[in-house]
């Protein structure tokens, strides 16, 4: 009998959808005992968000500077797990302040230490340097990182910001003004995310992971795109001197924050589109580097850009 724990945390219940698919074969194996933990900050953040809360939560989200929550049940804590299916969302090119706080825990000390973890996000899909700090607190905590399957709404970079935020500020997910696509990640990605499931399952049953991060990739687990990821990286340093800025202004965070959100309109609206025109123009020379880094953040090795 192996013992999975499935962690997560959700506002719109996405990720417990995706959690619960990705448990399917392990519910129904019969030689499997399956728990889950919803990680509950004790203050919640509501949802839908109203639009000041949704930028307040930058500089902590950013930061990761964690909030209390709900303790883990002793029922879960006394047992010793085989794996940890653990499901997080990206706020601000980081983990979401749940996840942050729940990696930081003493609880989670205590269910990582020397435990194979597979990590599966669903954001919008700007998941790549989340996933390096993610994976700072699991080594951090003592926890083998086995696997990685990246979920993410696979419309484009500005729709999809246009139609995550309209669904994050109403709570309900449809297609916007009727003309724009669902947001989030597919129904069908969320249906056939059981596949995942099977190999990772495969491989607990075997008692060897090796190999296993690649199956997962080959499964459509994991897409790296090389702009994604430049915007990323360099959306990382200017966040860590906007978060830095911003939560030094104990009196003034309101009015900053105001600024930062026309700041991260001009970014997304007038910054992105050149530097795609710019990575366009100059990938065939950064061609060997961008196929180092696909490799690299398709795998599971230890964090490097943290
Ligand atoms: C405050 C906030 C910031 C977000 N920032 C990002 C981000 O930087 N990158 C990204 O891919 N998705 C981002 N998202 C989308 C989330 O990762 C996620 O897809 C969405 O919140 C749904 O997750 P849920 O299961 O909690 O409902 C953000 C969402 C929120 C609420």
């Not at 020397?114 to 993610?134: C, F, H, L, Y």
Request: hydrophobic share 45%; charged share 20%.
């Amino acid at each position: 009998m192996k013992n999975v724990l499935v962690i997560y945390f959700t506002q719109s219940g996405q990720l417990a959808e995706i959690a619960k698919n990705v448990a399917l074969p392990f519910e129904t194996d019969g030689d499997t005992q399956v728990d889950y933990h919803q990680i509950k900050p004790l203050q919640p953040f509501p949802f839908p968000w109203a639009k000041d809360n949704f930028f307040d939560a930058f500089p902590e989200s950013f930061l990761q500077i964690p909030t209390e929550l709900d303790p883990v049940p002793n029922e879960i804590l006394n047992k010793k797990y085989d794996l940890i299916l653990f499901h997080y969302q990206v706020w601000y090119l980081s983990p979401s302040i749940p996840i942050n706080s729940f990696l930081k825990s003493a609880d989670a000390a205590v269910l990582l230490k020397d435990t194979p973890v597979v990590t599966i996000s669903g954001s919008r899909n700007m998941w790549i340097m989340a996933q390096e700090k993610v994976k700072k607190l699991l080594f951090q905590g003592g926890a083998k990182l086995v696997g990685n399957i990246a979920l993410v709404d696979r419309v484009g970079n500005l729709t999809s910001v246009i139609t995550i935020v309209e669904w994050m500020f109403t709570g309900v997910k449809k297609k916007y003004l009727g003309i724009f696509p669902l947001p989030g990640v597919s129904d069908k990605d969320i249906a056939e995310s059981t596949k995942f499931g099977h190999i990772i399952l495969n491989h607990l049953k075997s008692g060897n992971f090796d190999g296993m991060q690649a199956e997962l990739v080959k499964a459509d687990g994991v897409r790296i795109s090389s702009y994604l990821t430049l915007v990323d990286k360099t959306g990382n340093k200017i966040f860590k001197k906007w978060s830095n800025f911003i939560i030094s202004k104990k009196d003034s965070r309101k009015s900053w924050l105001k600024v930062f959100y026309v700041y991260l309109f001009l970014a997304i609206w007038v910054i992105s589109p050149i530097v795609y025109i710019l990575h366009l123009l100059t990938y065939p020379l950064k061609l060997n580097k961008i196929k180092r880094e696909a490799l690299y953040f398709q795998g599971v090795e230890e964090n490097k850009y943290v």
